[in-house]
């Protein structure tokens, strides 16, 4: 079965500094890979995904994510975190050739930004 | 382009009672997912429709049931409730839930309390 792994579960940094989420999942093939993030009382908002090409991917708002196959593992980046960017983070696998619907989740990363 | 709307936004109920919970997709998006979000367990798949079929579906008891409507409007309700019920639901939408470029979009969720 496949399984996604956030082993941070709080990250505090101080605004303008650079942040690195992780994320290793567990799967028997290359899956889809997402992230999302969520700020209180929201629904998720995509930041970037992965599904072939390219390991570097960009994403919206300044975030990157790089897919490393030997470490099984996609992390988020970016290099100068903003106050808004509190909030927390989702690394997420869907299976490939199936739908991309059913996906696997991470307990999530809570992000704290210091000013 | 309106985004996933799900309604209601907050929703009270006692223990036994049933509930149901609305869901619109884009517009053009005919898979339409839904996932529980909870403290304890995170956030997890329930089930997916697609063409008023549902084609996939996680872990969860028979009192968890859903149906899709020709126009891709999604409804999930949850007989005799259970305190362990209390959660956010989220509904996703993607254009066909399948192959490399889709991509599942969130709504703001629903928060069940069940007292």
């Known amino acids: 079965a496949q399984s996604v792994t956030q082993p941070d579960i709080h990250i505090t940094v101080s605004e303008g500094a650079s942040l690195e989420l992780r994320c290793n999942y567990s799967y028997g093939a290359t899956p889809y890979l997402f992230w999302y993030v969520q700020s209180p009382g929201q629904g998720l908002q995509l930041l970037l995904k992965y599904f072939s090409g390219d390991t570097l991917v960009q994403g919206i708002k300044g975030f990157e994510a790089e897919f490393k196959r030997s470490q099984s593992s996609f992390n988020l980046r970016k290099p100068s975190v903003h106050w808004s960017d509190a909030a927390e983070y989702f690394c997420a696998v869907g299976p490939k050739g199936g739908t991309a619907s059913k996906l696997t989740f991470g307990t999530g990363t809570r992000l704290q930004v210091t000013l | 382009k309106a985004g996933v709307t799900q309604t209601p936004r907050y929703l009270i109920k006692t223990r036994g009672q049933q509930v149901t919970l609305s869901c619109s997709p884009i517009s053009g998006h005919r898979s339409v997912s839904w996932y529980q979000q909870t403290p304890g367990q995170g956030l997890q798949f329930l089930f997916e429709y697609f063409s008023e079929t549902q084609r996939n579906k996680g872990n969860f008891p028979g009192r968890f049931s859903g149906r899709q409507f020709s126009n891709s409007r999604s409804e999930m309700n949850v007989s005799t409730l259970e305190l362990g019920d209390s959660a956010l639901y989220l509904c996703?939408?993607?254009?066909?839930?399948?192959?490399?470029?889709?991509?599942?979009?969130f709504g703001p969720g629903t928060r069940l309390t069940v007292l």
């Open positions: 996703a939408s993607s254009p066909t839930g399948t192959g490399g470029s889709d991509t599942q979009y």
